[in-house]
Every structure is written in structure tokens, then in C-alpha cells.
């Protein structure tokens, strides 16, 4: 299959005319690759069982790993729910458009397909004009997960995305450098308090603010490594480099003296070393490839550029990556989140 890519900028004069396209592509069950705030999506009519097997298969993702419903218009949530409870309803009006997904019982006619048999459903409204654009050309409901191979980083470029999807599906918007970088902020809203299945970069505590009390699934505390998260899709092995990672936690200048150390054993025993940084640090690191993934002045910065850093990795003769932490609160807690995942939770405590 060829895959068209398809440049989509703000003030673009053909705009309406790629987003029509885009949409009639969507409303015929084929796959649109496309930017959000957050990352790539690979979006499919989520109405449409057939498109929504499209998505898995391009992916390679397991079938019962269940798809984001993206929509464009609020009132658009009750078309596809049982039930939206008071609390969500204030969290979409503070929070939507945005990096917020939340879980509600599904109605019929969203199909088993597109939640991977579960009888709820996830529902975003995403804060990006392309991708508002797309989903209203393409019928209002569009199904998409991130854009990358399952097992890879999430996207964040559309370099990306043709990396991993070029000749498997029809079409890639591309619409730059994400904003965020981590993935959505997933509450689940089919239970009888309110939980964080996945954190983000709205947190626990700007959660709290509007509706009160929100719990955080036991899966997801560092304490729990072991026990299965509530998201289907946070229990497989996501987000990890080829390398082997292993994060660094502790002061600042004692980080650095590990690191250095542990990188100077490994070029002694002829091991390609990949250290992760900050632009504060890095030229303290005199050995192995250095990157730097952000300031610790904008911890935004370090969302923005982990996943591309990952994938920048993937591509060097690089066997073991060291890596700094960061500390876990406000969007940290999202970021360690995903770089103790890509480092099978491996932690070095100094
Ligand atoms: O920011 C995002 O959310 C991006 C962009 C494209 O919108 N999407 C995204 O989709 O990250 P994906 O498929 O990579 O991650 C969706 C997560 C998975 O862990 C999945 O298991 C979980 O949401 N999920 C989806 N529907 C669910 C449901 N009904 N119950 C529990 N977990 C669900
Ligand atoms: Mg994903």
C-alpha cells in the first residue's frame, strides 16, 4: 500500500480541502495517521468494527487492548455512553479540549472492536485544530491509539509515524513536533469513585481541584511494580528502547559521579554507553553518547523530548542507556511513569 503524507499547517490555504480527504479516507474504514497535543494517533471510524480491526492489525497491537474514542464537539459523548456522571461532565467543561481521556459504560452503538470486548468505553476530545478538523470531516467518532508499532515509543513527530507505518496504512497528517509528548491523562469513570488509570500531564491534584476525591490505581504505584495496572494497555511491556535503561535516582551531583562510573566500567568492558542528561548536566558526562532530554528549569521540556530521545537511541550502537531521574510530582510523575516502564522499572538508588 502507498502511504500519502499529507503536511497540515495552521494557516495552510488547502487545509479544509486535506481535511475533507483525510475524512472521506476515515469514512470508507481506511486509517489516517495524525497529529494531536499529545502524540500520533492512528485513527479509524470507531463506529465501524472492520476500521477499528484495521487499526490492530497495523499496529500489531493485541486485540484486547482497547482504543481511545477521539471526538470534536462535548455533546458529542452522550451519543456513544450509558451514563456521564456530574464529576466527568465538570472535568470535560474544565478540561476539554485537552490531554484528558475518561472511561464511561459504552452504549451499543460503539462495537466490541473498538474497545477490545470491554462493555466501557474511553473518550477524549483532543486540543489540536488538525485533529478536530479530521474527526468532524470524518464522521465525529474517531478510534485511534498512538500511531507507533506496538512495543515502540508513541510518536511524537510524523518522521515517526512513517517510520513505523509507511506502506500499512493509507495516509499520515503530518502536523510538526507534538506539544506535550506523554500520552493523555485516562480517568476511570465506571466504577464508583473516580480512578487514574494512567497519569498525565493533568495530574492527580489539578483533578482533585474540580471534582474532589479521585483514587489512583494501586497498579500504577512504584511500591506495586507487579501488580497488573487496570488499563489493558499499561500491562505490556511499552515505551522500551532496544537498549537495556537503567535510571539513576538520588542528589544531583551524586547522580553524576554513578553515572560517570557505571559508564566508565561499561567502555572498559567495549559496551556502547548512552547516557540521558538534562541540559544542566550533560557536559558533566565525559564518556559514551550524551543527549539531553530537557531542562530541569521547564520539566516540559523532558516530556516533550523522552519518547524521541528513545527512538534517537534505537538508531545508535548503544547497548546500555544511564539515565537521570526525575522527581515525581506535578507532569514528573507521568514522565517517571513512562521512563520507569522503558526501563523494566529498573532504578539505581545513590
Ligand atoms: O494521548 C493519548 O491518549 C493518545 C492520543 C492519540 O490521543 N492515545 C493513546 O492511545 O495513548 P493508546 O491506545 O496508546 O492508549 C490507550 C490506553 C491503553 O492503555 C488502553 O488499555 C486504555 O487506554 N484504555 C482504553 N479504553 C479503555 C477502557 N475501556 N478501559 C480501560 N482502559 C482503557
Ligand atoms: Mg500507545
Not at 46 to 60: D, F, H, M
Not at 68 to 96: M, Q, S
Not at 154 to 159: H, L
Not at 259 to 274: C, D, M, P, Q, T
Request: contains cysteine.
Amino acid at each position: 500500500m502507498e502511504t500519502v503524507i499529507v503536511e497540515i499547517t495552521d494557516n495552510d490555504k488547502q487545509r479544509e480541502e486535506k481535511l475533507k480527504a483525510a475524512g472521506r479516507v476515515i469514512r470508507q474504514g481506511g486509517l489516517v495517521a495524525f497529529p494531536t497535543e499529545t502524540v500520533y494517533g492512528l485513527g479509524a471510524d470507531a463506529l465501524n468494527p472492520q476500521a477499528s480491526r484495521r487499526i490492530y492489525e497495523a499496529k500489531g497491537r493485541p486485540s484486547d487492548n482497547p482504543l481511545i474514542v477521539h471526538i470534536c464537539d462535548k455533546k458529542d459523548l452522550e451519543k456513544i455512553t450509558k451514563h456521564v456522571p456530574e464529576r466527568a461532565k465538570k472535568l470535560a467543561d474544565k478540561f476539554w479540549p485537552g490531554p484528558l481521556t475518561m472511561i464511561f459504560e459504552k452504549n451499543d452503538r460503539v462495537p466490541l472492536e473498538t474497545t477490545g470486548g470491554l462493555e466501557t468505553v474511553a473518550v477524549r476530545m483532543p486540543d489540536h485544530a488538525a485533529a478536530l478538523g479530521l474527526i468532524k470531516a470524518g464522521g465525529g467518532f474517531i478510534a485511534a491509539p498512538s500511531a507507533n508499532t506496538s512495543g515502540k515509543p508513541s510518536p511524537t513527530q510524523a518522521e515517526h509515524v512513517v517510520l513505523d507505518m509507511d506502506g500499512r496504512i493509507p495516509m499520515i497528517l503530518d502536523g510538526g513536533s507534538v506539544g506535550i509528548g506523554i500520552e493523555s491523562t485516562i480517568v476511570d469513570f465506571s466504577g464508583d469513585c473516580p480512578m487514574i488509570l494512567r497519569p498525565g500531564c493533568i495530574t492527580k491534584s489539578m483533578i482533585q481541584e474540580v471534582i474532589g476525591e479521585v483514587k489512583m490505581d494501586e497498579g500504577l504505584k512504584d511500591e506495586n511494580p507487579k501488580k497488573p495496572p487496570k488499563a489493558p494497555g499499561m500491562k505490556y511491556r511499552h515505551y522500551a528502547p532496544k537498549a537495556k535503561m537503567i535510571l539513576v535516582d538520588g542528589s544531583q551531583e551524586k547522580v553524576q559521579a554513578k553515572i560517570n562510573s557505571l559508564a566508565k566500567e561499561a567502555v572498559k568492558s567495549g559496551r556502547g554507553v548512552g547516557i540521558i542528561g538534562t541540559d544542566e548536566s550533560c557536559r558533566n558526562y565525559p564518556l559514551g553518547i550524551v543527549k539531553s532530554i530537557g531542562t530541569r528549569a521547564d520539566e516540559d521540556t523532558i516530556a516533550r523530548h523522552l519518547y524521541g530521545i528513545l527512538r534517537e537511541f534505537d538508531e545508535q550502537d548503544v547497548e546500555i542507556i544511564y539515565s537521570e531521574s526525575f522527581p515525581s510530582h506535578g507532569i514528573g510523575q507521568a514522565i517517571m511513569n513512562r521512563m520507569l516502564k522503558a526501563a523494566g522499572h529498573q532504578i539505581i538508588k545513590v
